[in-house]
């Protein structure tokens, strides 16, 4: 039998398919995508939490899965009117095809509204023509582009030589027998640092002729006699309607990568139990996970990977609730931009957090055989598909922005006080004159210091765009930042009262050195990925702190208590340079800080094995030898000896550890 990591190419590719095709015959799967198809309540927590699941097992049969179901089968659901539902969605639960999405550009990735691909409508035929008129047109990253049948197509609608924006349509690739359709061109973009069992490629079309009734038409429909017609007259709120009913695939992405986090950390945290090194003279050695530097490494990521577990199920408990009372996501603009945030934030941890692990497992983590380093390969590609990190950040801020001015627009006075008023009470916060009743470091201190850096960062986001851009320059150009004149000014009225701490010219420098929007907006992103990632540390932190208070079992709660104080202050310790620029920390807070920091991973060094045994990962999908699961395959495998104290090891379950008592795994 051969190696999984002898596999070619084409081998480990036809390996994933066999994998997908079997993975989603299963009866629960099956299903979970008539779920999807009817809009049944919890189906979207359904779907996350399989998605995470298959990427725990194998990421590339999670991600092809999401490929062709969630992506292609999330635009035709999303995107699609009930009889595009009825026509494509019904195949492909029965894998009668397969589909691609086919979205990213050459010349355009995270900037759809720039795609070069043209769908013209030819009136005489009734057919709409694909066109890929230049190279930077051409459809790059495709997954499922080698075995695809379909192909959802974002493109420009052109109707008499003028574009209606981007719009999505089904576009046949290839035949049921594999071979590629006239016109169309497929190119395999071969090896990749991960994910090597998705085959992903470079769609080319040239001038292929589709039915008219291929247009996904649920937001804007072209009638036989080639009028346009749309629910929504404006081309921007049209296009930004139809990106968020792509949510759900943003927020599927955080649960492969939280689930990539969570089996890493499992991996290493046993391990890390099983291992000794170094110890008293005439004495055994230790565990390793008694140094410092070992479990200090590990457990605030074990922390971070227990908040973003409550928060993302939050996000879809939210997400379900909209879709199943037929909301549209892009009035939940605060959902979206939770869902943006968490998207960077999980990916960015999750990339951290497997480093760490490789590093904290030696050697061994080095051995493709313990999974980490293809796990650390599989998953790099997160930060930048579904929406570069960089980019969500962005999303979020500008939703920030938006409500932030909306108080001025709808009470201006009241905003104005009630802005006044936290101002007031932020500089007493850091005064060494406030009486502060919150003991340094409690739950309590902790959540007041990060709501508190996110009100700071964004009344100073606000304040720097208004004084970056004259009221004049920017009433025609700012529906980037979904801010107009009118708001722009109502911030001023606030901001004026913050000038003088947060460093901004004054308004007669401003006029000398005005900047457009775009200009303003780029000057200020440093300061836009921090307030972004001060918003979702907020409220990781409020959901796990919220999660905690509803633990029905006392000792899980006590628990699971230390981790979130461990994630508070992790979330202060990493910030303390601001908060002491701030005044929000003296320097003897700061020490105190850092020790609670180092305590707190001490004390839950121990517990971490209850934590990772109630992730509830199985045998199957760990198979690493340095987490005690054995491979005859392996002869080099360190193998953790056996603990005398654990308790016998049961099906489906770590090496023995105790389980929380959760009423539901972790």
């Known amino acids: ?393 962005q999303v979020v801020v500008r939703e920030l922005l938006a409500q932030y001015t909306k108080q001025y627009e709808e009470r201006p006075l009241f905003g104005l006080l009630r802005n006044w008023t936290e101002s007031v009470s932020d500089n007493l916060r850091t005064s060494f004159l406030a009486f502060n009743m919150d003991a340094i470091g409690n739950m309590t201190f902790l959540l007041k210091a990060v709501s508190f850096r996110e009100r700071v960062l964004q009344r100073g986001l606000a304040a720097r765009i208004y004084y970056k851009v004259l009221i004049t320059s920017c009433l025609d150009s700012c529906n980037s930042l979904q801010l107009d004149g009118r708001n722009i000014e109502l911030v001023h009225q606030y901001s004026v009262l913050d000038q003088q701490s947060q460093g901004i010219p004054s308004r007669r420098q401003v006029m000398i050195k005005k900047e457009d929007i775009f200009s303003a907006w780029n000057s200020c992103l440093h300061h836009v990925a921090s307030l972004s990632l001060a918003h979702i540390h907020r409220v990781t932190l409020e959901q796990f702190s919220l999660a905690v208070g509803s633990c029905p079992v006392r000792e899980d709660q006590t628990l699971l208590m230390k981790f979130c104080l461990l994630y508070g202050t992790k979330l202060v310790f990493q910030e303390r340079a601001w908060y002491l620029e701030h005044k929000y920390l003296t320097p003897a807070s700061s020490v105190q800080i850092r020790s609670q920091l180092l305590n707190l991973c001490d004390s839950v060094k121990e517990d971490a094995l209850k934590v990772i045994s109630a992730f509830n990962i199985p045998h199957s999908s760990i198979h690493a030898p340095i987490a005690g699961i054995p491979n005859p395959r392996a002869a080099w495998a360190f193998y953790p000896p056996p603990q005398p104290q654990e308790q016998p090891k049961s099906s489906g379950e770590g090496v023995g550890h105790q389980r929380l008592k959760f009423g539901a795994k972790l």
């Open 1 to 393: 039998m051969q190696h999984r990591y002898d596999l070619s190419l084409d081998e480990m590719r036809d390996l994933t398919f066999q994998r997908v095709k079997f993975t989603m015959g299963l009866p629960q799967l099956k299903r979970a995508i008539q779920e999807q198809a009817e809009k049944k309540k919890n189906f979207v927590r359904r779907s996350l939490v399989i998605g995470e699941v298959l990427s725990i097992a194998d990421m590339a049969t999670g991600v092809k899965c999401g490929i062709i179901y969630w992506l292609f089968g999330g635009a035709v659901r999303n995107l699609g009117s009930p009889g595009h539902v009825a026509k494509w969605f019904q195949p492909l639960q029965e894998q009668k095809y397969t589909g691609m999405f086919a979205m990213t550009e050459r010349g355009h990735g995270s900037n759809v509204r720039g795609i070069q691909t043209e769908a013209t409508f030819d009136l005489t035929a009734q057919e709409f023509i694909i066109d890929t008129p230049c190279e930077n047109a051409k459809k790059m990253y495709i997954g499922n582009a080698m075995e695809g049948h379909y192909a959802a197509v974002f493109a420009q609608l052109i109707i008499n030589g003028r574009s209606q924006g981007p719009h999505c349509f089904i576009v046949p690739v290839r035949d049921e027998n594999g071979s590629l359709y006239p016109g169309v061109t497929v190119i395999d973009m071969l090896h990749k640092e991960g994910l090597h069992g998705v085959d992903n490629g470079i769609l080319i079309f040239d001038k292929v002729r589709i039915p008219r009734e291929n247009l996904l038409d649920k937001f804007g429909s072209v009638a036989p006699d080639g009028q346009y017609y749309s629910p929504i007259k404006n081309k921007s709120e049209r296009f930004n309607v139809m990106l968020a009913a792509l949510t759900p695939s943003r927020l599927a992405v955080t649960f492969q990568a939280m689930g990539a986090m969570k089996l890493g950390l499992t991996i290493a945290i046993r391990y890390s139990h099983s291992r000794r090194q170094f110890g008293p003279k005439a004495k055994e050695e230790v565990k390793i996970i008694e140094h410092q530097t070992q479990y200090l490494r590990l457990m605030p990521h074990l922390a971070t990977a227990l908040a973003l577990t409550f928060t993302s199920r939050y996000a879809g408990d939210l997400l379900d609730e909209d879709i199943f009372h037929e909301k549209d996501l892009v009035n939940s603009r605060s959902l979206q931009a939770l869902v943006a945030g968490l998207k960077a934030y999980s990916t960015w941890e999750n990339i951290t957090c497997l480093q760490d692990c490789r590093e904290c497992t030696g050697g061994m983590g080095y051995m493709m055989e313990n999974r980490i380093s293809g796990l650390k390969c599989d998953s790099d590609v997160f930060v930048t598909f579904e929406g570069d990190n960089v980019v969500m950040l």
